[in-house]
């Protein structure tokens, strides 16, 4: 009886994907992408209600939760952590929000110590990492996904401060 948690309008992540509750029905909850509704062809999800507690879905983060976990990650200083790519891969279908969080600052670090360089790997398991967390930052304050990038990416560069976004 997980599907009577969820409403039509509600907001969850899945996979990093930011999608919205399109229905509620007996057997299965359905699913439509929150962000580029256009490319996505009007795609729908529908999961049965047996998986949706292995479905790998949460609820967004809250505000409150959200500038605590930036201020934690990004403010924190911290020495940069050797990143296996292939763990780190696997941790972004996680679905931990923090985690994702980590490693965009841990890669934004390495990025900056090769002049700006990652190899293509590390690369786009940055920019796939930086989508996700972007797409749930711009649900949360209501906001665009490419706003969102520019304030994770501002907040790295200007010494790990996370300015606030007055909604």
Do not use: H
Request: proline share 4%; hydrophobic share 40%; net charge positive.
């Amino acid at each position: 009886m997980l599907w009577i948690m969820f409403k039509v309008g509600e907001l969850l992540v899945r996979f990093g994907k930011i999608l919205q509750v399109a229905e509620v029905k007996i057997d299965y909850l359905v699913l439509r992408p929150f962000f580029n509704s256009k490319s996505c062809n009007n795609l729908t999800y529908s999961i049965p209600n047996q998986n949706l507690k292995n479905g790998r879905l949460r609820r967004l983060v809250t505000k409150k939760q959200l500038e605590s976990l930036m201020k934690n990650i990004i403010k924190k200083t911290s020495p940069t952590k050797e990143i296996n790519v292939t763990e780190s891969k696997v941790s972004l279908t996680s679905n931990d929000f923090a985690d994702s969080l980590e490693l965009i600052k841990n890669l934004w670090l390495e990025k900056q110590t090769n002049a700006g360089f990652l190899p293509g790997g590390r690369l786009s398991l940055y920019q796939q990492a930086l989508n996700q967390v972007s797409e749930e930052i711009a649900a949360v304050k209501g906001t665009l996904p490419d706003e969102a990038k520019l304030l994770i990416l501002t907040s790295l560069k200007k010494g790990q401060k996370f300015p606030s976004v007055v909604n």
